[in-house]
């Protein structure tokens, strides 16, 4: 089953405000838990439904991000600050990015691009995002429990260096950012790829979330799977990404190599006749240029091994 990341997902899981930008609150016996913090203009509506959801925003113990993109961890400087207590896990790699004044230029430029959530601040509140204090500097193999509940986190790198999945064993719920691609299309039929720092570490995470047979996948934007849905998704995903590489391939070889050129022939071709996918286009062209890229450097990499061999 495929349904909105909105309201009660599961017993213990809840998704608010937004499917878009939705933010997961995991309730364990003992503690709270929330991944990923959207985009900073809704940080009042954050707080407000985690209050919803609690009763008390101070009951919120832990905010895990899954990754350094600015719609995902938007919130989490105004979260730390009105919440007393609040202990934020990330890669340590995330940490690092935060401190670069560059880095949160450019975060806070691009969510200033979301003018369609602007009107939401009716409070008129500075949401500009600061760094803010990661309390866990997260790797493979940690483990948290929220009573009840344990928290398995997972080195998911390839959409980026620091990616990380978390995945909760007793209900078999995955939260694996956007480790996995985005589903897209009007009738959730594309499946959007995105890799952006390896396409190989991509392939690599997709196996290990393969692996772990979840039966909740609650993406980073959009849906929220289950049952047949949840496991036909990562093998979908998996088999979506190798056409998706085949397809970039023949871009760059009908544009002779020529990166910029290719990019902009897929872009036309894809996003514009094909259509279906939700992104702004600026931000969809800056992550296919990446992507075409990337593939590129492989080309050109294996043609290397090639040479040397014969
Ligand atoms: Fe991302």
Redesign the pocket.
Known sequence: MKRLAEGKIHERINAIPNAWYPAYIIRGDERNMMIDAGVNLLGPQYLASIKETLGDPGLLHYLFLT?S?YD?LGSAYYLWRHISGLKIGAHERLEGLLQKPSVLEMMNRLSSNHVDLLGQNTAGEDLTMHPFEIRFHLKQGDKFSLGGLTCRVYETPG??RDSLAFYFPEIKALFPG?SCGVIQGEEGDIIQVEFLSSYQDYIDSLNLMISLEPAIICLGHGLVLTSDDAKDFLRCSLEETFCYREMIETYLNEAHGDVEKATQNMAHQEYDIKGGIFQERNAYLTNLAAQVSHIAGMQKQRARSQNECS
Do not use: D, I, Q, S
């Open positions: 990754h993109h995902h959409h980026t956007e």
